[in-house]
C-alpha cells in the first residue's frame, strides 16, 4: 500500500506541472493523466517504486515505454518516493 507521505510528494510534482486531481478521482487514475499512460501502468509503476525498484525497472514492469513519457518527471517521482520512504540513490 502506498503511504500518505508518498501520496502527497507526488500530488506536490504533478501539480507543479500543472495537474490537479479532479474531485472523486482515484489516484491511480490521477497519476495517469499527469503522465500519459493507462491507469494499471500508473498503480504499477507506483508500487514498484514504493518497493524500491529504480526508474526503468519500474518502468519496465508497469510496461511503460519511458521514449513515451517524460523521463524527467518518472525520475523526480522515484526521487521523492525514494526521499520520502528515506531510500537515497535513487
Do not use: P, W
Not at 17 to 26: C, F, L, M, S
Request: glycine letters at 14%.
Amino acid at each position: 500500500m502506498i503511504s500518505a507521505e508518498v501520496i502527497k510528494g507526488v500530488q506536490e510534482l504533478l501539480e507543479d506541472q500543472g495537474v490537479t486531481q479532479n474531485t472523486g478521482e482515484r489516484f491511480g487514475d490521477y497519476v495517469a493523466r499527469g503522465l500519459g499512460i493507462t491507469g494499471a501502468q500508473a498503480e504499477a509503476l507506483l508500487s514498484a517504486l514504493h518497493d524500491g525498484a529504480d526508474v526503468d525497472a519500474a518502468a519496465r514492469t508497469a510496461g511503460i515505454d519511458t521514449s513515451a513519457v517524460n523521463h524527467d518527471l518518472l525520475t523526480r517521482f522515484a526521487r521523492a518516493i525514494g526521499s520520502t520512504l528515506g531510500r537515497a540513490g535513487l
